[in-house]
């Protein structure tokens, strides 16, 4: 499967972000997505997720929202913070389980 992030780029402390999940050749409505974040020099961390019956999954600072129609999911981060920065990939995985399919991430970089 092709998993395309974007969205990424310059983020500033205390504002928002979203960022974009665009899989075009699945029947996405029968997958569940992840999002993970991997800081500079750190281990890559799952941060949210959503079920392919939702459509928004609240996680503390993030949401994950999908819109089946148009084959996308989305991140909004709020309160954006220092930490925050790094890289951030989408994956998806069929809600029966199987190969999860990642992107090739989208880069934050948060600053004052």
């Known amino acids: 499967a092709h998993v395309v992030e974007s969205g990424g780029g310059l983020a500033h402390i205390g504002g928002s972000l979203t960022l974009s999940c665009v899989v075009p050749r699945l029947t996405f409505s029968e997958f569940q997505v992840k999002w993970y974040h991997q800081s500079p020099g750190k281990e890559r961390e799952r941060i949210a997720s959503i079920d392919h019956r939702s459509t928004v999954s609240k996680w503390g600072r993030f949401t994950v929202s999908r819109n089946n129609a148009n084959h996308t999911a989305f991140l909004q981060i709020d309160n954006i913070q220092s930490e925050d920065t790094g890289d951030y990939y989408c994956?998806?995985?069929?809600?029966?389980?199987?190969?999860?399919?990642w992107g090739q991430g989208t880069q934050v970089t948060v600053s004052a």
């Open positions: 994956t998806v995985q069929h809600r029966i389980g199987g190969h999860e399919y």
